[in-house]
């Protein structure tokens, strides 16, 4: 019994994978179960077998996200690296992602999200922003309380960061995005957070 559930639960989240791709090259209307059946070479009572609907593989697959997020921050905090470090590493890291647009979900998470009857009862997107949010007061903090960033509001900082990094990954499946423009907002994050002596 115990095998059954560990391969459902593998098939499960193969589903997930394949079907990520799906919803970030079609968003999250315009993809269907037999899309899915399509991609994953599962026939229309394997696929069932496991969920529903397209919209709950699609909060699956948001879910399991989450659930993969750790508190990148939290273990090189502990572990006294610096923070300009820290935030180097990070924003390099969103520069490349902002750039990708076919392995962005922004379209189907706003499809999904505002979607009649979703809005009200999944709050997943919230938990993630106020996740999120913790994660890059602690680590703004952090920065202040060493002396590499400026004293600033981190709340504020934060939405900064979290909108205009998801704006441009939205923006991405729309138009072209050259590097400049994620490079310039990391360069203007970096301007309002590290003091003189860390800027190079």
């Known amino acids: 019994m115990q095998t059954l559930s560990i391969k459902g639960d593998k098939t499960k989240k193969y589903i ?22 399509r991609k994953t070479d599962l026939s229309r009572g394997g696929l069932y077998r496991h969920y529903e609907n397209t919209a709950q593989i699609f909060s699956a697959v948001i879910s399991g996200m989450m659930a993969e997020q750790e ?62 949010k913790k994660m890059w007061t602690e680590l703004i903090t952090y920065g202040m309380h060493t002396g590499e960033f400026k004293i600033v509001d981190p709340a504020a900082v934060f939405d900064l960061i979290v909108f205009s990094y998801q704006g441009v990954r939205m923006y991405s499946r729309l138009m072209p995005v050259q590097r400049d423009i994620p490079r310039g907002i990391t360069g203007q994050i970096r301007n309002l957070l590290l003091s003189e002596s860390e800027i190079r």
């Open 71 to 132: 508190d990148e921050f939290s273990e090189k905090i502990h572990g006294s690296m610096p923070a300009a470090q820290i935030l180097d590493d990070v924003l390099n890291r969103y520069e490349e992602e902002m750039l990708d647009s076919g392995n962005s979900l922004s379209v189907a998470i706003y499809e999904y999200f505002s979607s009649p009857g979703v809005s009200q009862n999944d709050d997943s997107i919230l938990q993630q922003y106020l996740y999120s």
């Open 16 to 37: 997930c994978s394949e079907a990520y791709k799906l919803f970030a090259e079609k968003g999250f209307k315009e993809v269907t179960m037999q899309d899915i059946c």
